[in-house]
């Protein structure tokens, strides 16, 4: 985990992007994150939708991972407008190198991780996770973290989402902002 300091001027005006792994809680954490420090919240999942008028599972029958990838890389440069804010990306992001590099130099990043029994189960409750329509859950997603649980260890912070309410979390997130 690299450490970050939040009480410089630049560190407390840049917004502040939630990366990590499908069901780690991103947007549920997310929005609680920006009504603590009353800031504006910003799905990218969501503005990738709204901007293709298809759902996500829609996105990727038709015209696959590779333009969804485009896409989310487009939206999420457009949402580093230099107005601070919290913005939940969609898990595989972080894993395009030119949207990473954007990221670590415009937000302050934060690793939501959790292990993979908790990843599980919270992804069984959505239906809409095209990366596992096709396969066993638990298979796929340990390959995944796999593969991008190294990237995702660039982020400025760390911090590991809990089973425990999500206040547990946000606790951690903003110790570690503070």
Known sequence: MNPVTASSPDQKSKPIALVGMMGVGKTSIGRRLAQRLQIPFVDADQEIVDAAGLSIPEIFE??????????????????????????ATGGGAFVNEETRQLMLERATVIWLDADIDTLVERTARKGDRPLLANGDAR?????????????????????????????ATLDAILKALS
């Open 62 to 87: 038709k015209f696959g991972e590779e333009h969804f990838r485009d896409g989310e890389r487009r939206v999420i440069a457009r949402l580093f407008d230099g107005k601070r804010k919290i913005i």
């Open 139 to 167: 298979e796929i997603l340990t390959k995944l973290a796999q593969e991008r649980n190294p990237l995702y260890a660039q982020a400025h912070i760390h911090v590991k989402s809990q089973t425990t309410p999500h206040e």
